[in-house]
């Protein structure tokens, strides 16, 4: 049982980021089971889901781009991505298999069109808040245990954020899966570790 403290976060384990979704993370939907029984042993459960508006900037046909190459945004470089979780989509729905009693919050985001948000806590801006660190913080949360998809995206930077803003932090590696784009997997792990991330299997 984990300790009255620690929130499980559940990042995005939604159908386009599973086997058969326009953006399928391989073995995506082979963590859910682990994640289901995960979140009976914490205290604090909370979903992501990556809720974009049809015409998203992180969208590469918004570009005349090729998905999976970079732009410059004003806040910064940014991987363009095939259109996915588009709002009100069967993409966007949570995979069927994963339980949803258990959450205490299912926080959306990426929903505006400008900026893309990886991170559960900070847009890609690095600076506009979601609002999830003063929830967690108001239920007396001080660690956090991150599993879901992607590893070396949208956990990754959330776990960065996290820990950045003083949670103690794991990532279950083994309930997560990557996309792992020209070594986005390794130098997610480095940076994670460097921010002070501990990683578990
Ligand atoms: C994600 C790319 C684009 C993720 C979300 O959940 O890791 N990756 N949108
Ligand atoms: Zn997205």
Redesign the pocket.
């Given at each position: 049982m984990a300790e009255a403290t620690e929130a499980l976060i559940v990042?995005?384990i939604q159908n386009d980021?599973c086997p058969g979704g326009a953006?399928a993370v391989a073995g995506g939907d082979a963590i859910i089971p682990r994640v289901n029984a995960l979140m009976q042993e914490f205290p604090v459960t909370v979903l992501t889901q990556?809720w974009h508006p049809e015409e998203h900037s992180?969208f590469a046909a918004m570009h005349d781009a090729a998905p999976f190459s970079q732009i410059q945004m004003p806040y910064g470089p940014q991987t363009l991505?095939p259109m996915?979780?588009v709002q009100g989509t069967e993409g966007a729905e949570f995979h069927p298999a994963l339980s949803l009693e258990p959450a205490d919050m299912i926080l959306r985001k990426?929903f505006r069109a400008g900026v893309?948000s990886?991170s559960a806590f900070f847009e890609n801006d690095h600076t506009t808040p979601t609002g999830l660190a003063g929830y967690l913080r108001e239920r007396g949360i001080t660690d956090l245990a991150f599993v879901g998809?992607?590893l070396d995206?949208?956990?990754a930077w959330s776990a960065i954020d996290a820990a950045k803003l003083g949670f103690t932090v794991r990532v279950l590696e083994g309930a997560c899966r990557a996309?792992d784009l020209e070594g986005s997997l390794a130098a997610a792990r480095a940076a994670m570790r460097a921010a002070g991330v501990v990683l578990e299997e």
């Amino acid at each position: 049982m984990a300790e009255a403290t620690e929130a499980l976060i559940v990042i995005d384990i939604q159908n386009d980021f599973c086997p058969g979704g326009a953006l399928a993370v391989a073995g995506g939907d082979a963590i859910i089971p682990r994640v289901n029984a995960l979140m009976q042993e914490f205290p604090v459960t909370v979903l992501t889901q990556d809720w974009h508006p049809e015409e998203h900037s992180s969208f590469a046909a918004m570009h005349d781009a090729a998905p999976f190459s970079q732009i410059q945004m004003p806040y910064g470089p940014q991987t363009l991505w095939p259109m996915h979780c588009v709002q009100g989509t069967e993409g966007a729905e949570f995979h069927p298999a994963l339980s949803l009693e258990p959450a205490d919050m299912i926080l959306r985001k990426g929903f505006r069109a400008g900026v893309d948000s990886y991170s559960a806590f900070f847009e890609n801006d690095h600076t506009t808040p979601t609002g999830l660190a003063g929830y967690l913080r108001e239920r007396g949360i001080t660690d956090l245990a991150f599993v879901g998809l992607a590893l070396d995206f949208c956990v990754a930077w959330s776990a960065i954020d996290a820990a950045k803003l003083g949670f103690t932090v794991r990532v279950l590696e083994g309930a997560c899966r990557a996309i792992d784009l020209e070594g986005s997997l390794a130098a997610a792990r480095a940076a994670m570790r460097a921010a002070g991330v501990v990683l578990e299997e």
